[in-house]
């Protein structure tokens, strides 16, 4: 019980957060005014005397970017999560597959075709699912341990689709379109509008009720594929569906997102060091730290500075240092 | 280029016209074509011609086919240079009245620059008749083979010594006849130099795009044979093809990544950097010195365009406060992408009488939100003319309605013709004149059209045409 009250209170603490989100930016507005502006969609008098512009940024600018934070977040924690799980490995994350190297290629060939910014969430999520199905089917020319095959797969495919990403940067025009390619591969959360968390929200929400309902069989495929079978479940066909929907939420987050990586890896070991290996519990403690996390990563991406300063740059530098922190004081068991 | 005439007394005209029907027709098409021919081959065909010519009229003295008006210390390399050219004669110099005037000592009437045929460092040679030998002669003068003979006769220096923008310290022979460009401004500073045809390979600015191609084509002919973007760009250095062409030297900019490998293979490598106005002067001072005297006051006329041009602005609007100046934001290929205090639009901008909002940043093109852009409040937003951006991009998102520069339509994209104007390039002073214009059209009296016009044919020798002028100069 002890665990659902750690899970509980973390729980407070992100909706905390995401009240306190809302209140910081560049542009300086007061917290009762930020929550004004948040009821006024409820009962309208509430904005009254607000000028246009701060209800303008808080409901049109960051509302939907800490909303998409929390998605992305959530969705790579927990995809994470059951990745480690059913590939017993706890090195991998929702990449292993390829599907961040096929939305990069596929967001690349939309820049490069000049597409508009939803043309390149849907081809990046396209070719992310494409370089995942690829693997997939590819695993099956070879009879023998599927996972393994298929982590291989994914390997190969997610090179493939570098090299193919490699290509695109070598005949783009260095002028237009390379900067944009580097700049989407890069990640940032800059883009997001109501128009592209709509599918983002969607799968991850429907993606985490599933990975959800099906927590506790993460433990048992997180055993050997034996006792599974012994347990009563079909493993290879259990870890196909969590492999497709988690692919899935994966897709749709790096579709808007760009590639965000680490928190698919370390979020899920941050969980472990706080409720331990239990999946009934590290997996809500998951979507949770993962959203939490990207949302104060991005918090200090958009606030500290007058330009954006890249994910990549702030995640190492804050993460690494929490992750030892609780490794320091855990003595939780893997 | 419009040069003062001086009447010419009747007795030349007369003596000009005799010999001018004497010579056969086929002589002087020989050497205009030579002119404009690379490599030292033609002179030889020319030099044949010539000697056919001097048997076939058999007067090989006193067949002058002009005259000639030079100061006294110009007339050893002008009879070096015309008996170079006309094997069989040599050169009859006047008091006054000359077909060809050469002088260290003419001023340019009108309000900007103009270009003179410059073949030793601020000696100009004026064409005072319309003879075509006149004319041929001084395409001569100028040339690479103009330029060979100055060499060997002791008037030029066999090589000289220049620092590129990167520090290092270079000995360049001339004359610099094969080069190969891997950096687009460079090509640019090149071409506003008049030495075009000294380029073996080069990467464009602006060219990929169908328009900027077409109007690259009509400007020089050689154009679709030397873009070289497929062997040369600022990361590829294709070795082989290099050797293939033999460069004299490669110019690049000094973040290209191959220099160690070309300076290993031998090859003389100018590195520039031009990101600052005063940079871009110094480059295209540069420039001009390695294709020699000519290419040398062309670059000096860009300068004093340049400086000319900004100063004209200045003046005009010092009595507004800082306070009161307009606001522009310049924002790049993605609407959120702006540029930061070290790039060039910031100085073409504050050049034109502008603040830019975005000057506190550092570094290259700056990724900022929104909010961000809210504070700054701009009074006009600014795109350039490549990388996808566009004034939709803008207007057509909802949440730049927020602005007020959005909802009063004052956004704007700039223009190019080939090269984008708010590159550190020479059209980057059409630039400041547009933006100059946009955003302060009431208490300034600068014209986009005239500036346009008189760059275009000045400096690029490109007869801009009213459709393209109307489509440069546009502020919508």
């Known amino acids: 019980m002890r665990k659902w009250i750690k899970i509980v209170i973390s729980f407070m603490f992100l909706l905390i957060l995401f009240v306190v989100s809302l209140t910081l930016g560049r542009y300086k507005i007061g917290t009762i005014d930020v929550l004004r502006v948040l009821f006024s969609p409820i009962y309208l008098k509430l904005a009254n005397g607000i000028p246009d512009i701060a209800r303008q940024l808080v409901l049109q600018v960051r509302l939907p970017r800490i909303l998409g934070a929390l998605f992305i977040g959530a969705g790579l924690g927990g995809s994470g999560t059951a990745f480690q799980a059913i590939f017993k490995n706890p090195l991998v994350d929702s990449n292993i597959l390829g599907v961040t190297s096929g939305a990069g290629f596929g967001a690349a060939l939309a820049l490069l075709l000049m597409g508009s910014s939803l043309e390149v969430q849907i081809s990046a999520f396209i070719f992310g699912l494409l370089a995942v199905l690829l693997a997939f089917f590819g695993s099956h020319l070879h009879k023998s341990t599927p996972l393994l095959i298929l982590t291989l797969m994914g390997i190969l495919i997610g090179s493939l689709f570098n090299s193919l990403t490699a290509l695109l940067k070598y005949v783009a025009d260095p002028l237009d379109t390379l900067p944009a390619i580097t700049f989407w591969l890069l990640g940032s959360l800059t883009g997001i509008t109501w128009q592209s968390l709509f599918p983002l929200a969607i799968i991850t929400v429907l993606g985490i009720v599933f990975l959800w309902l099906i927590r506790w069989r993460l433990n048992i495929l997180s055993l050997d594929d034996q006792e599974a079978k012994t347990l009563g479940l079909d493993p290879i066909k259990m870890k196909l569906i969590i492999i497709f929907i988690t692919t899935l939420m994966t897709a749709a987050a790096v579709s808007v997102s760009g590639v965000i990586g680490w928190v698919g890896l370390v979020i899920p070991h941050a969980g472990r060091l706080f409720v331990g290996p239990d999946h009934k519990y590290l997996l809500p403690i998951s979507l949770i730290f993962g959203g939490a996390f990207l949302l104060i990563i991005d918090n200090i991406a958009r606030t500290l500075l007058p330009g954006e300063i890249p994910l990549g740059v702030l995640s190492g530098l804050i993460g690494v240092p929490i992750l030892i922190a609780l490794l320091r004081r855990s003595k939780t068991g893997w | ?476």
């Open chain 2, 1 to 476: 280029m419009k040069y003062k005439s001086t009447h010419l007394t009747l007795a030349f005209l007369i003596a000009g016209t005799l010999f001018t029907a004497c010579m056969p027709i086929q002589k002087t098409q020989t050497s205009s074509n030579t002119t404009k021919e690379l490599d030292g081959q033609p002179t030889n065909v020319q030099r044949e011609m010539s000697e056919n010519i001097s048997e076939n009229t058999e007067t090989p003295t006193s067949n002058n086919r002009f005259t000639i008006e030079a100061d006294d210390e110009l007339k050893t390399s002008v009879a070096i240079l015309y008996e170079a050219f006309f094997p069989d004669d040599t050169a009859m110099f006047v008091e006054n009245g000359g077909d060809l005037v050469v002088t260290k000592t003419y001023e340019c009437p009108d309000e900007r620059p103009c270009i003179l045929p410059t073949y030793l460092p601020e000696s100009v040679m004026i064409q005072q008749s319309d003879k075509t030998d006149v004319y041929d002669f001084i395409a001569f003068a100028i040339s690479i083979e103009g330029q060979q003979q100055l060499i060997d006769a002791g008037e030029l220096l066999p090589q000289i010594k220049l620092d590129d923008q990167a520090g290092s310290t270079l000995e360049i022979p001339q004359p610099v006849s094969r080069v190969i460009s891997t950096y687009g401004p460079a090509t640019s500073f090149i071409y506003s130099v008049h030495a075009q045809d000294r380029l073996v390979s080069a990467s464009y600015l602006g060219a990929r795009d169908p328009k900027g191609a077409a109007v690259m084509e009509k400007m020089d002919s050689r154009f679709p044979e030397i873009m070289g973007d497929k062997f040369f760009t600022q990361t590829d250095f294709n070795v082989e093809q290099a050797a293939v062409l033999n460069p004299d030297l490669i110019v690049t900019s000094a973040r290209t990544s191959w220099i160690e490998a070309a300076d290993q293979l031998g090859l003389d490598v100018f590195l520039f950097n031009a990101e600052t106005p005063e940079r871009l002067k110094e480059a295209m001072q540069l420039t001009g010195k390695i294709f020699g005297p000519h290419s040398a006051a062309i670059a000096d006329a860009w300068i004093s365009y340049f400086d000319g041009s900004i100063t004209a602005i200045q003046d005009q609007i010092a009595g507004i406060p800082e306070d009161q100046r307009v606001r522009v934001l310049f924002t790049g290929m993605d609407p959120l992408k702006v540029v930061s205090g070290d790039m060039y639009q910031t100085d073409i901008i504050l050049a034109a009488g502008g603040i830019s909002v975005s000057s506190e940043l550092n570094g290259y093109w700056n990724d900022v939100n929104i909010e961000q852009v809210v504070l700054w409040n701009p009074d006009v937003i600014i795109v350039p003319p490549y990388g996808g951006a566009s004034v939709e991009a803008i207007t057509e998102s909802s949440e730049w309605q927020i602005l007020v520069a959005v909802q009063e339509g004052r956004v704007y994209q700039m223009p190019k013709l080939v090269v984008p104007w708010d590159t550190p390039a020479p059209d980057s002073v059409l630039g400041i004149v547009w933006i100059a214009q946009l955003i302060n059209s009431e208490s300034i009296n600068i014209d986009c059209v005239t500036e346009a016009e008189y760059f275009y044919n000045t400096f690029y020798n490109y007869p801009i045409t009213a459709e393209e002028l109307a489509a440069i100069c546009k502020f919508e």
